[in-house]
């Protein structure tokens, strides 16, 4: 479980996010949803360390992670895979060397074991055959599914997603959200995804938290969605015609 | 961004660069692919430069002499001295500036943008210590060969522009080039080549870590890395002469 407490983080004197307090829950796929630019990549950089926060503590089950020194974040980080929104994959390594990078880097293993886990992440994420190409030679999907098993390949703790399917078509990204949701289950991981994606929402979000304007608007599951008095989710949920129209016929 | 704060940032990312390394297997490797990218790969721009260099020295001084009572082994011997104290250190050191420089910028502030070093940091990795060590030890270790290159070529180039235009008898320049040789000279000048493969490597990855933005930010962080690095080089060229020749 994921701790934030009273988070702030000020740029410029702005006040980007205030006072966010939540619970990211075990084995869980927690969605943080939100407009653009409402705070959603700023607060998972917080939670994480890339940015340092203003104000507030964040616990990873019960360790402190904001009074730690580098050593001990370091340590924590290695507890951690992460999905960047471009999927930051290394472009002057192929898809192997990027997936087992981060084994070349810690593990102990041989190189047969190495080759083994490799091998092992890639098929989780239905890739064969793609092992010596370069990123540049990847579709979207694909990339992202080589970047999830990069982040899976030393067995995480947490799981951070940001925006795992932007650019994508409708279909693979569904295909990328039921991965990450199985992966979740499976492992018994800490996942926090963000995404603007009311597919997302509805297919994956078993606990969904709403930030609006870098304040936390609304929390629940996705059941309770549908039916909130919060306007500015019922705003956020129902941005499009199709979903007004609809919701007008239900109601 | 004022001076005082650059500098400072400057001096805690090297803090950063020069702190422990994780594994010193995976550094060697590094280095080498460096040395490759960086040192072989300009192996030829040094040379083709160096040979021209070489000869317009010597027909320049030839050129200059012309009819006086000077002995024609001298120009030998200018063309060896102006090769080995300056052109070969410092005009090859401004020429690795711009190439190696803006590549390192580029492509430092490419993954910075992209978010691979964010990537680098979140598998606990020390990035700035990943990605800019090894390329400061490759240079370091390398420039000294090429500016060696560049003075042996750029000699053969002022033979060959005697040879091919008859300016003076190959046997003069052949002995002045041997003439008076202070070794010395040669320390020198790669006591330069190792302060400017410093310079070169460490001044545009500095532009390219800090990057803020897209594609246009690049770009000018590269075009920055490389007018510092040529400006400090400058500096440090009228230092160490200082120092070492004064
Ligand atoms: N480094 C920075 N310096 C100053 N302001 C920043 C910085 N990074 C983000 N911001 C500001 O913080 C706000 C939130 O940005 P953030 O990237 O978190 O939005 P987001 O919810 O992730 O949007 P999107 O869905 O488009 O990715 C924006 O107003 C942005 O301008
Ligand atoms: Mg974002």
Redesign the interface.
Known sequence: MIKVENLVKIFNGVKVLEDISVDFEKGKTNLVIGRSGSGKTVFM?CI?G?LEADEGAVFYDNRDFVSMNFMER??I??E?G?L???S????SLTVEENVM??L???SNMTPGEKLERTNSCLRRVDLADINKLYPGELSGGMKKRVAIARAIVENPRYLFCDEPNSGLDPKTALVIDDLISEITHEFDITTVINTHDMNSVMEIGEKVVFIHDGRKGWEGTREEILDTADENLNDFVFASNFAKKIKALTT | MNFFTLFGRYFILMGRVFSRP??TK?YVKQIIREIEVLGLNSVGIVIIISVFIGAVITLQTRYNLESSWIPLYLIGLTARDTLLLEFSSTMVGLILAGKVGSNIASEIG??RI???I??L?????NSASYLILPKIIAAMLFNPFLTLISMFVGLIGGWLAVVLTGALPSSDYIFGIQYLFVPFYVTYALVKTVVYAFIITSVPAFYGYNVQGGALEVGRSSTRGVVYSSILILLADLIITQLMLA
């Open positions: 950089k994480v890339l370091k340590q980080r290695r951690i992460m960047f929104q471009g930051a994959l290394f472009d990078f981060p070349n880097m810690f | 994780e594994k995976i490419t993954m992209t978010e691979q964010d990537a940091e979140m598998m606990g990795i």
